[in-house]
């Protein structure tokens, strides 16, 4: 655990992911956005199985190969090499996200630039200024049946990244269900945050105070615990 | 019948100024590198095809490929999910400086959108990106209590795609991911061209194992040991 800059305690990203983790069912179907979210697949609860999906088409892939090994037609869709682990599947683009819009998929794991309380995601560009690019998420977002964001509580500079409307353009509307933060794991519950756990040595105030919109939950809410981690 | 092209530059002969030009692949996965360098040969001793509007997920990697064929001037017009890659540079100079056209859709809405073409369905809906600046100017239509935005088909004058095996009927299979947008393609494009990397008679594959039907397949070209994108890329080869 390292502190933030108010010298409240906070959780690396490999703690968040590991929460992230602890959610994912025995059997379930799981995309993890590029970049961050990935880290979920190496928290996976022992004696449960996760299946990977990848937008560019292969189900059941499993860890990075060796290091010389690549072969580099075997990517996932942020373009790094996999291995396939037994069972994995090939299929081409339209069934990969007929398996996303379809509801197939059982969770979508995204990072986040804003979520806002009526589970709004901005996550693909803060501006209008340079390239754009969108890729799958707007997709994911609207296709897995629970869709779980995983972010830091606030930003570099300590503006919260739950907010009440996002100013950054919009991924989807509506579709986030669960964030899982630094600092709380916080529901979203018919328009509201709902708090469902929080560091036990942060006050519910405190909390609220790094938060963008009114926190539920007060008297609910149990202790968000994890192992020590290295990021 | 026997759809087999004896050479690269013949495979690429029929693709005119203004085309809409599908590239299977995915980054480097499936991309066929060797069609992409005739077409880029033909240009630059013709000045044709030129003003080209490419449909691919991506919008070229490093100095070879798509990113090659940018930087040589023939593409008018990108239609892409992620113009992002791990050297983005020759879109990224012609997007900046206002040179080079860009159609940003999501990737599934992409991928639909050409299967759809291919499929004879004009248009669909998705619940993906409602609500967003990409659903500006799309008609929306509510089902079921739910909101969907319409989205178009997306067919092509010429396909080039990248295969592992195929037959002189033009069934192909592929190779691990690199199937990706390719299988789409082949059904959304007036022509489809695909470069195999083993050329057989039919009979060799197995039915069972076909994935496209040759009936979406008007040519095929062996290109034995094909090159594979994100090796040129990280070898950092250029192609001029």
């Known amino acids: ?231 | 019948m026997d759809k087999s092209i004896a050479s690269l530059s013949d495979a690429v002969a029929e693709i005119d100024d203004g085309a809409v030009l599908m590239i299977g692949g995915f980054g480097g996965s499936g991309a066929p590198i060797e069609l992409i360098h005739a077409l880029i040969d033909r240009f630059k001793a013709t000045g044709h095809p030129k003003s080209l509007t490419v449909v691919n997920n991506n919008a070229g990697n490093g100095k070879i490929g798509i990113a090659a064929m940018i930087d040589a001037g023939m593409v008018a017009k990108m239609i892409c999910s992620f113009p992002r890659s791990s050297d983005p540079r020759a879109f990224t100079e012609k997007y900046m400086a206002g040179e080079i056209e860009l159609e940003l859709v999501p990737q599934g809405t992409l991928a639909e959108r050409i299967r759809a073409a291919g499929a004879g369905i004009p248009a669909f809906y998705t619940p993906t990106s409602v609500g967003t600046e990409l659903a500006e100017g799309k008609p929306v239509g509510e089902f079921d209590g739910r909101e969907y935005v319409q989205e178009r088909w997306l067919k092509a004058d010429v396909a080039i795609v990248k295969a592992e095996l195929g037959d002189t009927y033009g069934n192909l299979t592929y190779r691990l991911a690199g199937r990706n947008f390719n299988p789409l393609m082949c059904m959304a494009a007036e022509k489809t061209i695909a470069q195999v990397s083993h050329l057989v008679e039919p009979g060799a594959i197995d039915p069972e194992n076909v994935v496209t039907p040759g009936i979406f397949v008007d040519g095929v070209v062996e290109v034995s040991n094909p090159q594979q994108e994100e090796v040129l890329v990280r070898e950092g080869a250029v192609y001029e």
């Open chain 1, 1 to 231: 655990m390292t502190q933030t800059g108010e010298n409240f305690p906070k959780l690396n990203k490999a703690q968040i992911a590991w929460r992230a983790a602890q959610d994912i069912e025995d059997g379930a179907y799981v995309n993890l956005g590029i970049g961050f979210p990935e880290l979920v697949a190496q928290y996976q609860v022992e004696g449960r199985e996760a299946i990977y999906h990848t937008e560019n088409g292969v189900l059941g892939f499993g860890q990075a190969p060796e290091k010389g090994k690549e072969d580099w037609d075997l990517i996932n869709a942020g373009k790094k090499a996999i291995t396939l682990k037994p069972g994995a599947s090939f299929f081409h683009h339209a069934d990969s996200f007929a398996m996303v819009r379809g509801g197939h998929l059982d969770v979508a794991i995204l990072g986040a630039f804003q979520v806002s309380q009526n589970g709004d995601l901005a996550n693909w560009r803060v501006g209008s200024k340079g390239v754009p690019a969108v890729g799958g998420a707007m997709d994911l977002v609207h296709g897995a049946k629970r869709v779980a964001v995983l972010t830091e509580h606030v930003t570099k500079d300590g503006k919260p990244k739950l907010v009440e409307k996002c100013i950054f353009p919009l991924t989807g509307v509506g579709c986030v269900t669960r964030v899982y933060t630094s600092l709380a794991v916080v529901d979203i519950k018919d328009g509201r945050f709902v708090l469902h756990e929080k560091l036990p040595d942060i006050s519910f105030d405190d909390l609220q105070a790094m938060t963008g919109a009114e926190l539920t939950g007060k008297d609910t809410a149990g202790d968000l615990i994890t192992p020590d981690l290295a990021d």
